[in-house]
Protein backbone atom coordinates (compact mmCIF):
# COMPACT_ATOMS: atom_id res chain seq x y z
CA UNK A 1 0.00 0.00 0.00
CA UNK A 2 1.74 2.97 -1.23
CA UNK A 3 0.22 6.45 0.73
CA UNK A 4 0.03 9.93 -0.49
CA UNK A 5 3.35 11.00 1.18
CA UNK A 6 4.90 8.05 -0.45
CA UNK A 7 3.63 9.03 -4.11
CA UNK A 8 4.80 12.67 -3.47
CA UNK A 9 8.62 11.87 -2.07
CA UNK A 10 9.36 9.53 -5.12
CA UNK A 11 7.55 12.95 -7.57
CA UNK A 12 10.15 14.99 -5.36
CA UNK A 13 13.04 12.20 -6.15
CA UNK A 14 12.32 12.10 -9.48
CA UNK A 15 12.19 15.94 -9.71
CA UNK A 16 15.38 16.35 -7.79
CA UNK A 17 16.76 13.82 -10.65
CA UNK A 18 15.71 16.12 -13.62
CA UNK A 19 17.25 19.13 -11.39
CA UNK A 20 20.23 17.58 -10.87
CA UNK A 21 20.54 16.27 -14.68
CA UNK A 22 19.66 19.91 -15.81
CA UNK A 23 22.97 20.90 -13.52
CA UNK A 24 25.30 18.11 -14.93
CA UNK A 25 23.73 19.45 -18.69
CA UNK A 26 24.98 22.94 -17.56
CA UNK A 27 28.50 22.06 -16.33
CA UNK A 28 28.97 20.04 -19.57
CA UNK A 29 27.75 23.56 -21.78
CA UNK A 30 30.33 25.32 -19.85
CA UNK A 31 32.84 23.18 -20.45
CA UNK A 32 32.27 22.84 -24.50
CA UNK A 33 32.50 26.81 -24.09
CA UNK A 34 35.89 26.45 -22.27
CA UNK A 35 36.95 23.81 -25.38
CA UNK A 36 35.82 26.04 -28.16
CA UNK A 37 37.62 29.33 -25.89
CA UNK A 38 40.92 27.03 -25.70
CA UNK A 39 40.26 26.24 -29.84
CA UNK A 40 39.80 29.82 -30.47
CA UNK A 41 43.37 30.24 -28.60
CA UNK A 42 45.19 27.36 -30.70
CA UNK A 43 43.49 28.76 -33.52
CA UNK A 44 45.25 32.13 -33.05
CA UNK A 45 48.61 30.56 -32.11
CA UNK A 46 48.14 28.59 -35.43
CA UNK A 47 47.40 31.86 -37.36
CA UNK A 48 50.12 33.36 -36.06
CA UNK A 49 52.51 30.76 -36.23
CA UNK A 50 51.56 30.27 -40.11
CA UNK A 51 52.62 34.22 -40.87
CA UNK A 52 56.10 33.26 -39.16
CA UNK A 53 56.60 30.38 -41.18
CA UNK A 54 55.99 32.15 -44.29
CA UNK A 55 59.00 34.33 -43.21
CA UNK A 56 60.72 30.83 -43.72
CA UNK A 57 62.39 29.85 -40.00
CA UNK A 58 62.40 26.44 -40.37
CA UNK A 59 62.78 25.55 -36.54
CA UNK A 60 59.53 27.67 -36.33
CA UNK A 61 57.97 25.74 -39.04
CA UNK A 62 58.54 22.38 -36.35
CA UNK A 63 56.47 23.95 -33.87
CA UNK A 64 53.89 25.31 -36.19
CA UNK A 65 53.22 21.46 -37.16
CA UNK A 66 53.20 20.76 -33.50
CA UNK A 67 50.55 23.19 -32.95
CA UNK A 68 48.41 21.57 -35.82
CA UNK A 69 49.01 18.34 -35.02
CA UNK A 70 47.24 19.94 -31.22
CA UNK A 71 44.58 21.78 -33.03
CA UNK A 72 43.44 19.04 -34.78
CA UNK A 73 43.92 16.57 -31.56
CA UNK A 74 41.79 19.37 -29.83
CA UNK A 75 39.15 19.80 -32.51
CA UNK A 76 38.61 15.63 -32.25
CA UNK A 77 38.56 15.70 -28.42
CA UNK A 78 35.89 18.77 -28.91
CA UNK A 79 34.17 16.20 -31.48
CA UNK A 80 34.28 13.33 -29.19
CA UNK A 81 33.62 15.35 -25.80
CA UNK A 82 30.62 16.97 -27.75
CA UNK A 83 29.02 13.61 -29.43
CA UNK A 84 29.65 11.78 -25.97
CA UNK A 85 27.76 14.59 -24.25
CA UNK A 86 24.59 14.39 -26.59
CA UNK A 87 24.44 10.49 -25.94
CA UNK A 88 24.44 10.89 -22.29
CA UNK A 89 22.02 13.55 -22.88
CA UNK A 90 19.59 11.63 -25.05
CA UNK A 91 20.21 8.61 -22.91
CA UNK A 92 19.73 10.13 -19.55
CA UNK A 93 16.67 11.69 -21.34
CA UNK A 94 15.18 8.46 -22.28
CA UNK A 95 15.63 7.09 -18.76
CA UNK A 96 13.75 10.37 -16.84
CA UNK A 97 11.01 9.44 -19.33
CA UNK A 98 10.60 6.04 -18.25
CA UNK A 99 11.36 6.64 -14.87
CA UNK A 100 7.82 9.20 -15.02
CA UNK A 101 5.92 6.63 -16.99
CA UNK A 102 6.66 3.83 -14.44
CA UNK A 103 5.51 6.02 -11.97
CA UNK A 104 2.49 7.64 -13.76
CA UNK A 105 1.57 3.80 -14.01
CA UNK A 106 2.18 2.61 -10.98
CA UNK A 107 0.25 5.65 -9.67
CA UNK A 108 -2.77 5.20 -12.22
CA UNK A 109 -2.72 1.31 -10.55
CA UNK A 110 -2.97 2.26 -7.08
CA UNK A 111 -5.46 5.28 -7.30
CA UNK A 112 -8.73 2.92 -7.01
CA UNK A 113 -7.43 1.56 -4.13
CA UNK A 114 -6.68 5.21 -2.65
CA UNK A 115 -9.85 6.16 -3.74
CA UNK A 116 -11.42 3.18 -1.56
CA UNK A 117 -9.47 3.84 1.07
CA UNK A 118 -11.29 6.33 1.44
CA UNK A 119 -14.63 6.24 1.30
CA UNK A 120 -17.17 6.10 4.28
CA UNK A 121 -18.12 2.24 5.10
CA UNK A 122 -21.60 2.16 3.62
CA UNK A 123 -19.93 2.94 0.11
CA UNK A 124 -16.72 0.43 1.01
CA UNK A 125 -19.83 -1.92 1.94
CA UNK A 126 -21.63 -1.58 -1.36
CA UNK A 127 -18.27 -1.44 -3.61
CA UNK A 128 -17.91 -5.21 -1.75
CA UNK A 129 -21.42 -5.98 -2.41
CA UNK A 130 -21.68 -4.81 -6.09
CA UNK A 131 -18.61 -6.99 -7.10
CA UNK A 132 -20.32 -10.07 -5.31
CA UNK A 133 -23.31 -9.50 -7.09
CA UNK A 134 -21.05 -9.03 -10.47
CA UNK A 135 -19.64 -12.70 -9.46
CA UNK A 136 -22.99 -14.04 -8.25
CA UNK A 137 -24.87 -12.98 -11.69
CA UNK A 138 -21.86 -14.65 -13.95
CA UNK A 139 -22.87 -17.79 -11.58
CA UNK A 140 -26.34 -17.48 -12.48
CA UNK A 141 -25.98 -17.18 -15.80
CA UNK A 142 -24.10 -19.95 -16.02
CA UNK A 143 -26.68 -22.27 -14.45
CA UNK A 144 -29.92 -20.21 -17.07
CA UNK A 145 -27.43 -21.57 -19.92
CA UNK A 146 -26.99 -24.79 -18.21
CA UNK A 147 -30.27 -25.12 -18.50
CA UNK A 148 -31.29 -24.06 -21.91
CA UNK A 149 -29.20 -26.78 -22.72
CA UNK A 150 -31.29 -28.90 -20.77
CA UNK A 151 -34.56 -27.62 -21.67
CA UNK A 152 -33.45 -27.75 -25.42
CA UNK A 153 -31.99 -31.72 -24.93
CA UNK A 154 -35.76 -32.68 -23.23
CA UNK A 155 -37.47 -30.50 -26.09
CA UNK A 156 -35.89 -32.66 -28.58
CA UNK A 157 -36.35 -36.20 -26.64
CA UNK A 158 -40.02 -35.49 -26.58
CA UNK A 159 -40.20 -34.22 -30.49
CA UNK A 160 -38.80 -37.83 -30.79
CA UNK A 161 -41.42 -39.48 -28.56
CA UNK A 162 -43.99 -37.88 -30.01
CA UNK A 163 -43.07 -39.01 -33.70
CA UNK A 164 -42.77 -42.43 -32.68
CA UNK A 165 -45.84 -42.30 -30.60
CA UNK A 166 -47.23 -40.49 -33.61
CA UNK A 167 -45.93 -43.21 -36.21
CA UNK A 168 -47.16 -46.40 -33.56
CA UNK A 169 -50.53 -44.47 -33.83
CA UNK A 170 -50.59 -44.59 -37.50
CA UNK A 171 -49.33 -48.40 -37.99
CA UNK A 172 -52.41 -48.93 -35.26
CA UNK A 173 -54.91 -47.25 -37.21
CA UNK A 174 -53.45 -49.39 -40.47
CA UNK A 175 -53.93 -52.62 -38.55
Not at 46 to 66: C, F, H, P, T
Request: glycine share 2%; net charge negative.
Amino acid sequence: VVTRDDVEESLKGVWQYVKDEEQLLKDLRSQIEETEQRFSVKQAERDYWLEYKNVGSKIQANKIMNLEKDIKQVKDDHHRATEYYRNALKATKEENDRLVEMHMKLCKEQAPENAIRYLDKNSRREIKENEWLKEEIKVYQKEVSDLKASIQLLEEENISLVAKLIDSRLQNLRV
